[in-house]
């Protein structure tokens, strides 16, 4: 490549990582490999072996919770992989398509969602592995308290919010480098686990039966199974968005789908193994318990974690403000979203009862993704058939050529969350529906809100029922051939 393509590539990425712009052919410098380094990254986190005891802590065998992990990820996974694929072949962020199901000013509605929720995540990701690294800081001779809490956010906060303001390139780059590192780590943490701990690998649990049984699987299903893919659907475009178009689709899908599912299944099986050894001791602390000299190369794994996520959060929600059309420069706002986060954790060290709290509400407010994924699955591969007219959904808002809010797709949504907001059984009383409730304590969130959502849009979402453009759209006119 000649020295002025690379300086135009480097104009056209600083453009795209400030603004909102779709991302030209010229800046499409991204790999598969990237792809499959950044949810690798994303998901290498304490959180999904703790998650993966679950099963084991409410009566399901090792056999039972690991088939579940698996087949829930599969599946979960796998619809995650036609969202990856909208961001390489429009080169748009996943709020800004929701333009073209939602209408222009109608997509405020997923993009402030979004926004929110992700930044609440990054908060409660830095707070939620503080315990666990004092823990394994102490292995090493040194006992911390609240101050050192403080000083750990304050470092991996500063590293997140840096990495997320640079952009695309540095994601890509730090989870390139780091995340085989960690994965390393995970082996050695693995095999010395299993080998110091006397692992039930036949574990038969409660004897779980009929709607008991039903409830238990239905319940890791959402926690780590499909719901655990779902809630990485509103990210996906904004990283896939940096491919080229030319890319084999099915090595993106793939790349993408192996990179969730690999860390995902991994640290849950290994939570899962270790909660068989006993079932009131959590697994975070059994791994701690048993580490020794490895305490270090664990502490970093630990640390990577919510590093690797939260620069994804604070990019994304970036992300969202733009779409909610404010008109900042996109690393301005990363750094603005980092600092409340950085405030809100620090608030989380000495509220730890709200912070639990909160980390159940976020957990259970995941309810929404489900029927917004299945409006934008519907509107994107079967009404528009992957053909949508990038250019419109960047029209300012009075002067939008597309609907201002397309009904059918608020309403769908609408009722699809309350939908599967009825058949939620989560941690908090309100995250308890009278559905759910009324047939055993069965979680079906994430398959009655997308069953209900997609059904209502196929229906109503029809263009020819609901236009996808306003009265200011007037179609270029056909030119004459000579």
Known sequence: MSTAETKIDKEAVDKVETTLLPVPDNARTSTAGHQFWIWSG???????????????????????????????????????????????????????????????????????????????????????????????????????GTDLKIVIVLVVMGLQIWLAARGFDSIAKFERYTVPVTFCVLVAMTIVAWSRNSVQWGYAGAHLHGAALLSAETTIMTAIGIGWGCTWFAYASDYSRFLPRAMSRSKVFFASVFGQFLPVVWLGVFGATLATVTQKVDPGALVVTNFGIMAIPVLLLVLHGPIATNILNIYSCSLCAQTLDWRLNRRKIALLVGSIALAFSIFLVFQTSFANTLDSWLSGLVMWIAPWGAVTLIHFYYFMRQKVDVDLLYDPPRRSRIANVRWSAIISFAVGAFAAWCFEYGEVGWLQGPAAKAIGNVDLTWLVGAVVAGVLYFVLGRPTRSPLFSSNYEPEPVKEVV
């Open 42 to 144: 994303a998901n290498i986190a304490p959180i999904n072996w703790v998650l993966g005891s679950l099963g084991i802590e409410i009566g399901l065998s090792l056999t039972q919770t690991i088939g579940v992990l698996v087949i829930g990820n599969v599946l979960g996974m796998a619809a995650f992989g036609f969202f990856v694929l909208m961001g390489q072949r429009t080169g748009v962020s996943q709020m800004v398509m929701a333009r073209s199901a939602f209408g222009r000013r109608g997509a405020y509605l997923p993009a402030a969602l979004q926004g929110l929720i992700s930044a609440g995540w990054c908060a409660v990701n830095t707070w939620i592995v503080l315990d666990l690294t004092l823990a394994l800081i102490g292995k090493l001779g040194y006992h911390g």
